[in-house]
């Protein structure tokens, strides 16, 4: 890959080594070729832009571009220089980020628009132990956001708000996923999360909304975090009563509506309890036993749980509701074969 060099007009960044190779944490990464617009590859990032400024980021922003096949990513080591990469780009394809604690694994899928830092980052303050793991799930082409690239990027901040837009969106889709995973039933999580993907990779067609992925059972259940056999059971209860539909290519078909808003009047489960305290405390072994805690907590408590409750018994009811029309119309239909026989 090319050296780093000093950008035309602009000097040096602090602390960056400016004779470090440009390379990336990779593990049979391919180059396709260098010096691609990058405006060209993802022309959303200049929608901020004024048309004189849109053509003066376009020839300065350019990227190169690598390309990496279906299966496994394995990332061990990193290059000094990508520590100081703002990232990579996903311009095509589909990625799957996995996260090992203890003996669950927590699955996100990456597209087109995510950026992602895929080489490991020592934190100190960490104190769970946990594995990463990458799987390339569609042939994917990235754009290397290098030190080249952020020192020309200083220029457009139109270029650079519009990137951070897409932190914060994957930031509220990981909010989406963690609130699908609380769901209470695993069949209500996999059809939650099924519309959640056919969201950005979803496309309706005659006979309801196509997600033109193949996604396995055992992938189904790290998003929604479950366990494989249950959600098996779930896809073949929801496919039963016509909500789903996994086809011969892998993908799957959606019908029916979707989990999303609360309905009027269905009260929202939070909790408004106090997370930290006011004041630190020291604790010794002379100081007297603690004071009871507040009544407005311990009620606040109880309204939790109380409401927690509530929406279980709605779920159930609703549930039993379900089942007790299908069993109607079972024997119904058994009963007129009958007559008929």
Same mark, same amino acid.
């Given at each position: 890959m090319s050296e780093l060099g000093q950008i035309d007009g602009?000097?040096? @960044?602090?602390?960056?080594?400016? $004779?470090?190779?440009?390379?990336? %944490?990779?593990?049979?990464?391919?180059?396709?070729?260098?010096?691609?617009? /990058? /405006?060209?590859?993802?022309?959303? /990032?200049?929608? $901020?832009?004024t048309p004189e400024r849109h053509v003066a980021?376009?020839?300065?922003?350019?990227?190169?571009?690598?390309?990496?096949?279906? &299966?496994?990513?394995?990332?061990?080591?990193?290059?000094?220089?990508?520590?100081?990469?703002? &990232?990579?780009?996903?311009?095509?394809?589909?990625? @799957?980020?996995?996260?090992?604690?203890d003996d669950v694994?927590?699955?996100?899928?990456?597209?087109?628009?995510?950026?992602? $830092?895929?080489?490991?980052?020592?934190?100190?303050?960490?104190?769970?132990g946990d594995e990463s793991g990458w799987l390339v799930l569609a042939p994917c082409r990235m754009a290397v956001l290098d030190q080249r690239f952020m020192l020309a990027l200083a220029r457009y901040p139109e270029v650079y708000a519009v990137l951070l837009?897409?932190?914060?969106?994957?930031?509220?889709?990981?909010?989406?996923?963690?609130?699908?995973?609380?769901?209470? $039933?695993?069949?209500?999580?996999?059809?939650?999360?099924?519309?959640h993907l056919a969201e950005r990779w979803g496309r309706v067609t005659a006979d309801g909304v196509l997600i033109p992925l193949d996604i396995s059972h055992r992938l189904l259940a790290q998003l929604v975090g479950a366990r494989r056999p249950t959600v098996s059971t779930a896809v073949g209860e929801l496919a039963r009563v016509g909500q789903v539909q996994r086809?011969?290519?892998?993908?799957?078909?959606?019908?029916?509506?979707?989990?999303?808003?609360?309905?009027?009047?269905?009260? %929202?489960?939070?909790?408004?309890?106090?997370?930290?305290?006011?004041?630190?405390?020291?604790?010794?072994?002379?100081?007297? %036993?603690?004071?009871?805690?507040? %009544?407005?907590v311990e009620v606040d408590e109880l309204e939790f749980r109380l409401r927690r409750l509530r929406r279980e018994a709605a779920a159930l009811e609703a549930d039993l509701d379900q089942r007790c029309k299908r069993m109607k119309t079972l024997r119904t239909g058994d009963g007129g074969s009958a007559r008929n026989a």
């Open positions: 602009l000097g040096a @960044a602090p602390g960056l080594d400016q $004779r470090a190779p440009a390379e990336l %944490p990779e593990h049979g990464i391919r180059s396709l070729r260098s010096g691609h617009a /990058l /405006l060209d590859l993802d022309p959303d /990032l200049g929608r $901020r832009l980021a376009r020839a300065q922003l350019r990227v190169q571009v690598h390309r990496r096949p279906t &299966g496994p990513w394995p990332i061990k080591t990193t290059a000094p220089s990508a520590m100081f990469h703002l &990232g990579l780009l996903i311009i095509e394809g589909v990625i @799957a980020s996995d996260v090992a604690l694994v927590s699955t996100e899928l990456l597209g087109p628009g995510d950026i992602l $830092r895929p080489w490991p980052v020592d934190d100190p303050e960490r104190m769970v837009e897409r932190m914060d969106r994957r930031a509220r889709r990981l909010g989406r996923t963690q609130a699908i995973a609380q769901l209470n $039933r695993v069949e209500r999580r996999v059809l939650a999360m099924l519309w086809r011969a290519d892998g993908s799957w078909l959606l019908q029916g509506e979707p989990i999303g808003v609360p309905r009027p009047g269905q009260e %929202p489960l939070m909790s408004r309890r106090r997370l930290l305290t006011d004041k630190p405390a020291v604790v010794r072994d002379d100081d007297p %036993p603690a004071a009871a805690p507040a %009544p407005d």
